[in-house]
C-alpha cells in the first residue's frame, strides 16, 4: 500500500489563535485514512499524510469547512490566494470594527449617563443587535459549528456571554413587570454586549494586523532561476523552457545574465556573482573546467557551459527546498492565552451553570432571579477580552517601537523568542563588515622613473580596461582622488593573473604576485615587508610594475563596520556567545574576529553549513538568532529560533528573517534582543492582571460575597469592569512606548 501515500502541504484558511491550530489539527487526524497531520500556525498550513484510496484533500477540506475553516486545494498560487484571503479577511474585520463602535458610543453613553430616558432601552436594542447580529456575526457562527462537533473555543464564550446579556436585556425592555412585581430593578445590559464585541474585535484586528506580512522569500528564491535557456546544438543557438533542459546539454551564457543550471565550463571565461552562494562581494573568475551555480549571475564576458544538474538538484532548489523545510518545521510558539482558552472556555461555561444551580438550590425567595443575574455576570466578566489583548497590544506596541529605532520586525514569534536568545551567530560580509571592497592602501615606490601623477593615470587607465571586481575599488578610489585617464595601445587580459597594457611604447602590468614571478620583476625588500604586513591583516594586494621594477602596491579590503565591536561587547554584556560564520578563508576570517572582539568563528562555510552550525547549537539546547544580509544566508535564518536581516542585504535574507535592521548597523541587534526582553515582560503582566481579575472577578460574579454582607455583582458593573480591565492591558502596553533601548 506503500505507492498510496500521499504527503502533501496545503494553506489553511481561518485560523486565528494556536488553540484553532490544535482543533484543526485533531480534526484532521481523526479523518479516516489520515496517517499524520502537522498543522503549522506560523506559516498557516497543515502537513498531511494520506492514503489516496480512502481520503482525498476535498474530503478534509468538507470537513475543516463544516467547523469554520477552510483548505486551498490548489497547489499553483496557493500562497497567492491566502495572502489574498487574509488580506482581505482584514479589511472585513477593520471596517467591521469601526461600524461597531460607531453603534456601541451611543450605547454606553445612554446605560451609563442616561439609563432613565423615555424609551432609552429601545434605542439600546436597536443599536445592539447589528452589532451582534449582523457586525459579530461571526462569534455566533463560529460558534455553533464547533458546538455541533461537541467543541468550544473563544468565539464560544463570547458568543454566550453576549447572547444571554441581550436576550436577558430584551426580555427586560419587553417584560420590566416581571422584575417590579418582585420588587426588583428590571436592568438591561445592552451596553455590555456591545463593549465585549467591539473590544474582542480590537484585539482579533490587532493579531491579524501582527500576522498580516507573510514571507514571499520561497518566490522569490524561486525567481533566481530565468524561465528560458540558450541551448547549443547542431541546429545552432536556440531559446527554449528551462523546464526542457537535460544532464549533457550545451548551454550559453551572456553578460548580465542568470545561469540556468549547475554544470560546468567548456569555451569561454567570465567572472560570475556567486555571492547568493558563497555570500562573498568578489566575482569569482570562470574558465574551463571550473563549475557554475544557478541563479548565480555572469558579469563580464560570454561562456558555454554543459548542464550536471537540473530541476530539482540544482544548488539553487536545494537552498528553496532547505528554506522550506526550515520555514515548516519550525514550531510556533504557544501563547499562553492559547494554552488556557482550550480549558478556560467549558470552565467557565461550567462555572456559570453552576452558579444557576447553587442559587436555584440554596437562594430562598428570589432564587432564580439572582441565579439568573450571577450566570449571565459570570459569563460576562469572564468574557476573555483583556485576555484577547493581552498579547496583541503588548506586540503591536513593541513592533512600533522598534520601528522607531530602525528594528523592523515581522512576526510576533521573534518578539516572543528574543529574550530567551543565548547564542548570536553573525555573518561576515555586509553584517560585519561594510560588504563592499574598498582601498585601503595606495603606497608608491621610493625611486619612480617618471611622475607619480602620470603613473596614477596609467593604473586608472589598466584597472578601467580591467573586467576583475577588485578593479572597480581602485577606479572607484582613483577617480574619488580626482585621477584621470589616457589611452592603452595595448591591452590584454591574463586570466588569473592580472592585465597588461601599453603607454606611450612602454608596457606596464597590474596584478598579483604571480605577474611579477611571470615576468621576472624584482620586488624590493621594503615593498616585500610591506605586503607580507598587509597580508597578515588579510587584505588583497595589487601591484602595478613596469618591465623593470614594482612601481606601487595597491591594498584592499572589506572593512569592518565602525559599530561592529561595540555591539558584539553589548551583546556579549547581555550574557549572549557570539560566533561568526564565513565563506572567506581562515586568515581573513582570523583579522575581522579579531577586530570586531569575537572569540569564535568559522571559515570556508557553505550555506548548508551554516545552517548545520544553527541546528548543532540547538541541539546543545541553545536559543540561537541569525543575523545575515545574502541569499547564501537564508537557509541558515529559516533554521534559526530567531532571524535578523540587514537591510541593505538581499531580498531574500530579508523576506526570510523575522527582524529586519533598517540601518544595516551590527549595534541594532542588542537593541532588539532587548526590546524582546521588554515586550515578553509586558506581555507577562498584562496576563497576570486579566488572570487576577478573572480569579477574583468570577467568584464575586457568582455570589460568593452575598452570603457574607448580601453583595451581589451587577452585570453592568461586570461589563464596566471588563471594559476596565481591558483599558488597563492596553494601558499597560502602552508604557512600553517610553521604554530605552540603548
Known amino acids: 500500500m506503500k505507492e498510496n501515500i500521499e504527503t502533501l502541504t496545503l494553506p489553511v484558511l481561518g485560523m486565528t489563535c494556536a488553540s484553532c491550530a490544535s482543533s484543526v489539527e485533531s480534526l484532521v487526524v481523526a479523518q479516516e485514512g489520515v496517517e499524520h497531520a502537522e498543522v503549522n500556525y506560523a506559516t498557516q498550513s497543515v502537513k498531511v499524510t494520506y492514503h489516496q484510496d480512502k481520503i482525498q484533500p476535498a474530503d478534509l477540506q468538507k470537513a475543516l469547512q463544516s467547523v469554520g475553516y477552510d483548505l486551498i486545494l490548489e497547489q499553483e498560487g496557493a500562497k497567492e490566494q491566502q495572502e489574498a484571503a487574509q488580506k482581505n479577511n482584514y479589511e472585513q474585520l477593520k471596517k467591521r470594527m469601526i461600524a461597531s463602535s460607531i453603534l456601541a458610543l451611543p450605547v454606553v453613553i445612554i446605560g451609563m449617563f442616561f439609563m432613565h430616558m423615555p424609551n432609552g432601552n429601545y434605542y439600546m436594542m436597536a443599536l445592539t443587535a447589528p452589532i451582534l447580529f449582523i457586525f459579530g456575526k461571526s462569534f455566533f457562527v463560529n460558534a455553533w459549528k464547533q458546538a455541533q462537533h461537541g467543541r468550544a473555543n473563544m468565539d464560544t464564550l463570547v458568543a454566550l456571554s453576549t447572547g444571554i446579556a441581550f436576550i436577558f436585556s430584551v426580555f427586560n425592555t419587553f417584560w420590566p413587570e416581571f422584575w417590579y412585581s418582585r420588587g426588583l430593578e428590571p436592568h438591561v445590559y445592552f451596553e455590555a454586549a456591545a463593549v465585549v464585541i467591539v473590544f474582542i474585535m480590537l484585539g482579533k484586528l490587532l493579531e491579524e494586523k501582527a500576522k498580516s506580512n507573510t514571507s514571499s522569500a520561497i518566490k522569490k528564491l524561486m525567481g533566481l532561476q530565468p524561465k528560458t535557456v540558450l541551448l547549443v546544438d547542431e541546429q545552432g543557438e536556440r531559446e527554449i523552457p528551462i523546464a526542457e533542459v537535460r544532464i549533457g546539454d550545451q548551454l550559453m551564457v551572456r553578460s548580465g545574465e542568470k545561469i540556468p543550471v ?307 561587547a553589548a551583546l556579549k554584556a547581555q550574557g549572549i556567545e557570539v560566533y561568526m560564520l564565513t565563506g572567506d578563508n581562515k586568515h581573513t576570517a582570523a583579522s575581522v574576529a579579531l577586530q570586531a572582539g569575537i572569540d569564535h568563528f568559522k571559515a570556508d562555510v557553505l550555506p548548508s553549513d551554516k545552517a548545520d552550525f544553527v541546528k548543532e547549537l540547538q541541539a546543545q539546547g541553545k536559543v540561537v538568532a541569525m543575523v545575515g544580509d545574502g541569499i547564501n544566508d537564508s537557509q541558515a535564518l529559516a533554521q534559526a529560533d530567531v532571524s535578523i536581516a540587514m537591510g541593505k542585504g538581499s531580498d531574500i535574507a530579508i523576506d526570510v528573517a523575522s527582524i529586519t535592521l533598517v540601518s544595516s548597523d551590527l549595534q541594532q541587534v542588542p537593541k532588539a534582543l532587548k526590546l524582546s526582553k521588554q515586550t515578553v515582560r509586558t506581555i507577562r503582566q498584562n496576563l497576570f492582571w486579566a488572570f487576577i481579575y478573572n480569579l477574583i472577578g468570577i467568584p464575586i460574579a457568582a455570589g460568593l460575597l452575598y452570603p457574607i454582607n448580601g453583595f451581589l455583582l451587577n452585570p453592568m458593573i461586570a461589563g464596566a469592569a471588563m471594559a476596565l480591565s481591558s483599558v488597563s492591558v492596553v494601558s499597560n502596553s502602552l508604557r512600553l512606548k517610553l521604554s530605552k533601548l540603548s
Open 262 to 568: 549547475d554544470g560546468i565550463v567548456y569555451q569561454g571565461s567570465s567572472f560570475v556573482d556567486e555571492s547568493m552562494i558563497t555570500g562573498e562581494p568578489v566575482a569569482v573568475a570562470k574558465t574551463e573546467g571550473d563549475q557554475v551555480f544557478a541563479g548565480t549571475i555572469n558579469q563580464k564576458g560570454t561562456f558555454r557551459f554543459k548542464a550536471e544538474k537540473v530541476g530539482g538538484a540544482t544548488m539553487l532548489a536545494q537552498i528553496i527546498k532547505l528554506v522550506q523545510d526550515a520555514q515548516g518545521s519550525k514550531a510556533p510558539v504557544q501563547k499562553l492565552v492559547d494554552k488556557i482558552a482550550g480549558i478556560f472556555v467549558p470552565v467557565v461555561m461550567l462555572i456559570a451553570v453552576l452558579t444557576l444551580g447553587a442559587w436555584l438550590l440554596f437562594g430562598g425567595e428570589h432564587a432564580f432571579t439572582h441565579g439568573l443575574l450571577a450566570m449571565v455576570t459570570v459569563l460576562v466578566i469572564a468574557c476573555p477580552c483583556a485576555l484577547g489583548l493581552a498579547t496583541p497590544t503588548a506586540i503591536m506596541v513593541g513592533i512600533g517601537k522598534g520601528a522607531e529605532t530602525g528594528v523592523l520586525i515581522k512576526n510576533a514569534e521573534a518578539l516572543e523568542l528574543g529574550y530567551k536568545v543565548n547564542a548570536v551567530i553573525l555573518d561576515k560580509t555586509g553584517t560585519i563588515t561594510e560588504g563592499k571592497p574598498e582601498v585601503t592602501t595606495l603606497e608608491w615606490a621610493k625611486d619612480l622613473p617618471q611622475p607619480k601623477e602620470e603613473l596614477e593615470k596609467v593604473l586608472m587607465a589598466l584597472e578601467y580596461a580591467s573586467e576583475h571586481p577588485l578593479a572597480e575599488a581602485i577606479v572607484r578610489h582613483l577617480k574619488d582622488s580626482g585621477v584621470g585617464t589616457l589611452e592603452l595601445s595595448h591591452f590584454e587580459s591574463l586570466t588569473g593573473k592580472g592585465v597588461e597594457g601599453v603607454v606611450d611604447g612602454r608596457k606596464y602590468w597590474a596584478g598579483s604576485h604571480k605577474i611579477l614571478k611571470d615576468q621576472n620583476i624584482p620586488v624590493s625588500a621594503s615593498i616585500a615587508s610591506k605586503v607580507l604586513s598587509l597580508q597578515e591583516k588579510a587584505q588583497t594586494v595589487i601591484y602595478l610594475a613596469d618591465a623593470t621594477q614594482v612601481l606601487a602596491i595597491v591594498a584592499i579590503a572589506d572593512q569592518v563596520k565602525s559599530g561592529s565591536a561595540k555591539a558584539v
